[in-house]
């Protein structure tokens, strides 16, 4: 498999923060010793964001290990943070506009304060299906790329207005309710384009947690920018033939 183009990531309007309650006791990062943190899976970006705070803020990795992170369904969160069934609950996007609107909360920190702008995940493809379809992979990660830049450049209510259309004409009994919160993709680069600064943050991370060894996987082999036609001089209905960036190896 390989990454192919970014699709999404955080911004000041399109981020995850780490809230608690109002009146709760935690407010640094050693306070998270012994609590209990929710957040939608493990071993993905909240946990990494949750570890990279407590190493920032100098805990040892025993003391970070003493942090509980667990899996709380991002529809329950809000519930269980209220509860005190958990300490902290990662909230994002509509779920933490709502919770934030009904008030009582309030971010220790958020993914956006800790690193700042960033792509954070790609879509990735079958190295087979590239080398046999190459032209129909560009057409798909070209076409990505123009909906992002276009996305960036056309006022909000536009593009909110754009993806109810294209949900309803579907027809697929989707709600549409959830896209009028829609703020910002938060992919960093120009036209998801992928640098290797994106995979180091996460390679970095699962050194330090000694899931891989350090120097084991090297960004370059792990993404190509060969598919990506995008160019700034293209109009939004005409295709590129901008030169790109191709994987170390192919």
Same mark, same amino acid.
């Given at each position: ?21 109002? !009146? ?5 990062? &050693? ?7 929710? %957040? ?7 946990? $990494? %964001? ?5 190493? =920032? ?11 509980? /992170?667990?899996?709380?369904? /991002? ?30 909360? &309030?971010?220790?920190?958020? !993914? ?5 702008? *960033? ?7 079958? !190295? ?8 129909? $992979?560009? @057409? *798909? ?10 996305? &960036?450049?056309? /006022? =909000? ?12 004409? &579907?027809?697929?009994?989707?709600? @549409? ?7 910002? *993709? ?8 992928? @640098? ?14 000694? !899931? ?6 090297? $960004? ?6 060969? *598919?990506?036609?995008?160019? =700034? ?5 005409? /295709?590129?033939?901008?030169?790109? @960036? ?5």
């Amino acid at each position: 498999m390989t990454a192919v183009i970014s699709y999404y990531g955080v911004d000041k309007a399109a981020y995850n923060g780490f809230y608690v309650l109002k !009146d709760s006791p935690i407010h640094s990062a &050693r306070d998270l010793i012994g609590k209990k943190v929710g %957040m939608n899976t493990l071993g993905a970006h909240s946990e $990494a %964001m949750l570890d990279i705070y407590l190493q =920032r803020h100098g805990l040892s990795q025993a003391d970070i290990k003493k942090a509980e /992170p667990l899996v709380v369904p /991002p529809v329950n969160t809000e519930q269980s943070l209220r509860q005190k069934q958990i300490q902290v609950g990662v909230l994002g996007d509509i779920l933490r506009d709502k919770a934030l609107q009904t008030g009582g909360i &309030r971010p220790l920190f958020t !993914d956006y304060q800790l690193l700042g702008d *960033f792509s954070a995940g790609t879509y990735v493809v079958n !190295d087979r299906f590239l080398k046999e379809n190459p032209d129909t $992979a560009r @057409t *798909f990660v070209t076409g990505i790329a123009r909906a992002i830049e276009w996305a &960036r450049a056309t /006022p =909000r209510d536009e593009v909110v207005a754009r993806q109810i259309e294209i949900v309803k004409r &579907r027809g697929r009994n989707e709600g @549409t309710a959830p896209l009028k919160y829609w703020k910002s *993709f938060g992919v960093a680069e120009t036209a998801g384009r992928i @640098t290797d600064k994106e995979f180091q943050l996460w390679i970095d991370w699962l050194a330090k947690r000694g !899931d891989i060894e350090k120097g084991q996987v090297k $960004a370059s082999d792990l993404y190509t920018n060969e *598919f990506n036609a995008y160019s =700034r001089k293209d109009k939004a209905d005409t /295709p590129s033939t901008a030169k790109t @960036t191709s994987k170390s190896g192919s």
